[in-house]
């Protein structure tokens, strides 16, 4: 293992690479222009290719293309470009296609603000494109959580066939942290031979890859898309569960806001209150069983923390919590980053207030 | 030889317009699909040049070669 | 003496375009030319959407499906990823002219090397014949029931024209597939961009003035007659760039 300081969006490139990630295609945009301009120079040391395109549009369509080779195939942008990539990642879901979409966000709606942000939340889990799919969201809170999770992307990506994201806010993606690298992965077409473009092995029959299916197929498509997102309940969810076990108040924060959250909350335990977090590491699969599990005899309130204005993840969380204690919620928005000054005195008047 | 799949053709009449020898014509019968279809009236005319086959947009025409 | 075998690159049925419609002959040139060359396993089709979305239930090798406008873009995806191969669009107006001029500008000024079949029907079959931005001054289409007036909606693109003024393409050529000369001429051009594609020399593109008996309002041979007397002068066919020819 090779330890490395880096900084949040090239430690994600090289991970790509190191992922097996042989394409590239995007576009630039505020703050995740580390990520094309370190591909841009590493991807053809691996005999991998770069292209920078004439927009988002392009980029996501020509990873559409890329996938369809069994190529493992990246884009990265930020919320705008998200917007525009929404079509093609639409047809890499109904294509089948796996490829991997990194969303380092920023202050939103619209043009919003470059500056980081969690405005998100609600895109990546619930409307990534037209026609109702989902996609698996990774929300790592650390740059080796990053690469972990950016390293086997693919393997998620192609074992379910669609396109999978990771969202980060632009302060993840600007800090620099130490990361251990993981072995470069050898190239494989195990996963796609059956439907990709590639001649594998000599293959004589010819592959068709379609957006577009006769009405009893796309229903059986969206039938069995269905059973998979129910499986991913079930096997792929992650979380991190922090000091729950006696905990009267729960946090509920990911990414950036959860690193935030976790410093006021060991203060307000060394003050003795106990409080606890659940920090989704997968947004989608939401982590549901651990709200749904927690001892409402004992939990008094969760707090969700979120980089943003209104919080996006509340809707998810009181489905879970149904009613059983009071759900509040804090955020930064626009731009503007979470302190642990601010953190500290919302989650403190919160429970002040409660008890 | 002007060989025509009938079950291809759609009539559009390219065929019967581009052949230089004027050896096809619309027929009277239509195909299983409800489309006329053209048939050969002068098989002895006919050089395999072919044309008809360039101009049909379903290549539902095969031509070959006449024996000898 | 000449003959003439249906493509093993097509399926042995028959396509889901109108009658007379030469979009439908367009494909059958590709398929010819593909067999020709002995491509069909190393041929990759990257259908477009509108009416030549139909392709996908003709083509008999490897394709894929892209979004409205989009393939110069996944086209460029996939031959970055296997540059061996064979690797063609083909587009009709709508997709190439309006939706994706981006993509098509942008691709050709890379100089990516696959090659462009774009059908210029001067309509959008497909959605039952609104304006293109190809549409000629005058025409009645079902968004401009009155003809196109340039006042309200500019001049039909001639892509061509504006493809061949960049420096990165190879070969950029217009034939009308309303006559047999036309068509003979048509093959030989696709050929010679495929031919130069797999040489790996660079971009090509190929337009092919087409029909759309339906949405014209017209029996298919007074559409071969219509083109001779309004599309033909207005986008003129010939050789508008040749690279190789230059040296």
């Known amino acids: 293992m090779e330890k490395r300081f880096m900084k949040g969006c090239e430690a994600i490139a090289e991970a790509a690479v190191r992922g097996g990630c042989r394409f590239f295609a995007g576009y630039p945009i505020t703050p995740q222009n580390e990520i094309p301009e370190y591909l841009s120079k590493r991807l053809p040391e691996v005999g991998g290719a770069f292209v920078q395109g004439e927009s988002e549009v392009a980029s996501i369509n020509m990873v559409y293309g890329a996938a369809a080779t069994g190529t493992r195939a990246l884009t990265s942008s930020s919320g705008p470009g998200i917007s525009l990539k929404a079509e093609g990642i639409s047809y890499l879901a109904s294509s089948q296609l796996p490829a991997v979409i990194v969303n380092i966000s920023r202050g939103g709606p619209g043009l919003g603000s470059i500056q980081p942000a969690q405005s998100d939340y609600l895109q990546a889990t619930k409307a990534l494109g037209h026609g109702g799919f989902r996609a698996m969201v990774f929300a790592p809170a650390t740059l080796q959580e990053a690469v972990d999770l950016t390293y086997d992307a693919w393997e998620y990506a192609e074992r379910d066939k669609g396109p999978v994201l990771i969202l980060m806010d632009g302060c993840l993606g600007a800090i620099m942290e130490e990361v251990e690298l993981p072995e470069m992965k050898e190239i494989s077409y195990a996963n796609t031979e059956d439907w990709c473009l590639a001649r594998v092995n000599g293959r004589e029959e010819s592959h068709m890859i379609t957006p577009i299916l006769p009405e009893l197929g796309l229903e059986m498509l969206n039938r069995f898309k269905g059973m998979t997102y129910k499986m991913w309940e079930m096997t792929d969810v992650k979380v991190e569960e922090y000091m729950l076990e006696d905990a009267e108040y729960v946090v509920v924060a990911y990414g950036i806001a959860a690193r935030v959250a976790k410093e006021a909350i060991n203060t307000l335990r060394e003050q003795g209150h106990k409080i606890g977090m659940i920090r989704p590491i997968t947004l989608y699969p939401f982590p549901k069983a651990s709200l749904d599990n927690l001892d409402y005899d004992k939990v008094k309130g969760i707090i969700d923390i979120e980089m943003t204005i209104p919080a996006q993840m509340r809707d998810d969380i009181e489905l879970q919590v149904k009613g059983r204690c009071p759900v509040h919620e804090y955020g930064r928005s626009g731009g503007i980053l979470l302190d642990d000054e601010g953190v500290l005195e919302a989650i403190e008047n919160i429970v002040k207030g409660e008890a | 030889m002007v060989t025509i799949n009938e079950l291809m053709c759609k009539g559009c009449g390219y065929c019967v317009k581009f052949c230089p020898k004027h050896i096809l014509e619309m027929g009277k019968e239509r195909s299983q699909k409800g489309h006329f279809y053209p048939v050969n009236i002068n098989e002895d005319a006919c050089t395999t040049c072919a044309i008809c086959a360039l101009m049909c947009p379903e290549g539902a025409i095969e031509v070959t070669a006449k024996e000898k | ?247």
Request: aromatic share 8%.
């Open chain 3, 1 to 247: 003496m000449p003959s003439y075998k249906r493509p093993s690159a097509l399926l042995p049925m028959a396509t889901g375009y109108c009658p007379g419609c030469l979009h439908a002959l367009g494909t059958r040139l590709v398929a010819d030319v593909v067999d020709e060359l002995n491509q069909q396993k190393n041929a990759i089709n990257v259908i477009s959407v509108g009416c030549s979305a139909l392709n996908l239930y003709s083509w008999s090798g490897d394709d894929i499906g892209a979004a409205h406008g989009r393939a110069p873009a996944v086209a460029t995806g996939i031959k970055r990823c296997l540059p061996d191969r064979l690797v063609f669009t083909y587009q009709g107006d709508g997709d190439l002219a309006a939706i994706g001029l981006a993509e098509i500008m942008s691709a050709a000024n890379r100089g990516e090397n696959f090659t462009v079949i774009f059908a210029n029907n001067q309509t959008y079959g497909m959605t039952g014949g609104q304006m293109a931005p190809t549409t000629l001054i005058g025409q009645k289409s079902t968004t401009t029931p009155c003809g196109r007036d340039p006042q309200t909606t500019g001049y039909p693109l001639k892509m061509c024209e504006l493809i061949s003024v960049l420096e990165a393409p190879v070969f950029v050529a217009r034939y009308a597939l309303n006559s047999p000369k036309g068509v003979a001429d048509a093959k030989k051009g696709i050929k010679k961009a495929f031919e130069l594609q797999l040489a790996g020399k660079g971009f090509t593109f190929i337009e092919l003035l087409t029909n759309c008996p339906t949405n014209w309002g017209m029996s298919p041979l007074d559409t071969l007659e219509h083109m001779n007397t309004n599309s033909i002068p207005y986008f003129v066919p010939g050789v508008y760039k040749d690279k190789e020819a230059e040296k």
